[in-house]
């Protein structure tokens, strides 16, 4: 029997005595928490109670459930997917994605038109409710299951350069790296990364547990002079991914003589 005796409201008592016995390790991570009957007579409360604190750690992330299975500690293991972010070439010119080969689509490509948000907009340096063309992917990586969102954004302007793009706007990146350079861009590359909790739609498809945020990507391919070409999103849940660059010096820009 375990003494509650704290402040608070009851259930947060229990939460906090639940909480203690994860971090001390006497309910380790991936292990299913005590059934509801044990944790009952282990804090002598009543079934609303123990519902209730179990609901709170499942709010903070300490507790996650398997529908048909029960609660259990959430592994604090390493992520089941590191996300290689370099762009290769091939000695033909061509464009390799690292990850290419890992991810298997999980339904058809989604190709539709768009037009630009505040912050779709302030990527591509377009304004307000500019035309793009759109296509969304749901992959899946088949070693460990782990979903992942991925939108390809084109602005029209992009694509009445380059035909094939308009024609064909759910191509993979890999392939639209090669029309743009083929047109004459010479190529680089943005990326920036924010944690922050999914939408609805967002934690069904990628089937995430409860109180658990996502790593989102935006990586715009930028050509001749800097210009926005295309923008890409991936977002992917924060508990099975991480995100490795290769990092290289760029050279100092020349000061100006003191006159």
């Given at each position: 029997?375990t003494?509650i005796?704290r402040?608070?409201a009851?259930?947060?008592?229990?939460a906090?005595?639940?909480r203690?016995a994860?971090?001390k390790?006497e309910?380790?991570p991936?292990?299913p928490?005590?059934s509801?009957?044990?944790?009952?007579?282990r804090?002598k409360v009543s079934?609303?109670t123990?519902?209730?604190?179990?609901?709170?750690l499942?709010?903070?992330g300490?507790i996650e459930?398997?529908?048909g299975?029960?609660?259990f500690?959430?592994?604090?293991?390493?992520?089941?997917?590191?996300?290689?972010?370099r762009?290769?070439?091939?000695s033909?010119g061509?464009f390799v994605?690292?990850n290419?080969?890992?991810?298997?689509?999980?339904?058809?490509?989604?190709?539709?038109?768009?037009?630009?948000?505040?912050?779709?907009?302030?990527?591509l340096?377009?304004?307000?409710e500019?035309?793009l063309?759109?296509?969304?992917?749901?992959?899946?990586?088949p070693?460990?299951?782990?979903?992942?969102?991925?939108?390809?954004?084109?602005?029209?302007?992009v694509?009445e350069e380059?035909?094939?793009l308009?024609?064909a706007?759910?191509?993979r990146p890999?392939?639209?790296?090669?029309?743009?350079?083929?047109?004459?861009?010479?190529?680089?590359w943005?990326?920036t990364?924010?944690a922050r909790?999914?939408?609805?739609?967002?934690?069904?498809?990628?089937?995430?547990?409860?109180?658990?945020?996502?790593?989102?990507?935006?990586?715009v391919?930028?050509?001749t002079?800097g210009?926005p070409?295309i923008?890409?999103?991936?977002r992917?849940g924060?508990?099975r991914?991480?995100?490795?660059?290769r990092i290289t010096?760029?050279?100092?820009p020349a000061?100006r003589a003191?006159?």
């Open positions: 029997m003494e005796q402040p608070g009851l259930y947060q008592q229990v906090a005595a639940i203690e994860i971090l390790g309910f380790a991936g292990a928490l005590p509801e009957a044990q944790l009952i007579e804090y079934r609303p123990v519902r209730n604190a179990v609901a709170a499942r709010a903070e300490l459930v398997r529908h299975k029960g609660s500690v959430r592994s604090d293991g390493q992520p089941s997917v590191t996300l290689d972010r762009v290769s070439r091939t033909e061509r994605m690292p290419g080969a890992v991810w298997d689509e999980a339904e058809e490509p989604t190709p539709y038109r768009s037009h630009t948000t505040t912050a779709t907009g302030q990527l340096e377009l304004g307000a500019e035309a063309f759109g296509c969304d992917r749901l992959l899946t990586d070693a460990s299951g782990t979903r992942a969102m991925h939108r390809t954004l084109i602005p029209f302007e694509a380059i035909p094939l308009a024609e706007p759910d191509q890999a392939s639209a790296y090669w029309l743009l350079t083929q047109a004459g861009h010479k190529l680089w943005s990326e990364v924010r909790m999914p939408l609805p739609d967002e934690r069904t498809a990628l089937q995430l547990p409860d109180a658990t945020p996502i790593l989102h990507l935006a990586r391919t930028h050509g002079s210009r070409l923008l890409e999103e991936l992917v924060a508990d991914a991480e995100l490795a660059y010096a760029d050279k100092e000061r003191r006159g």
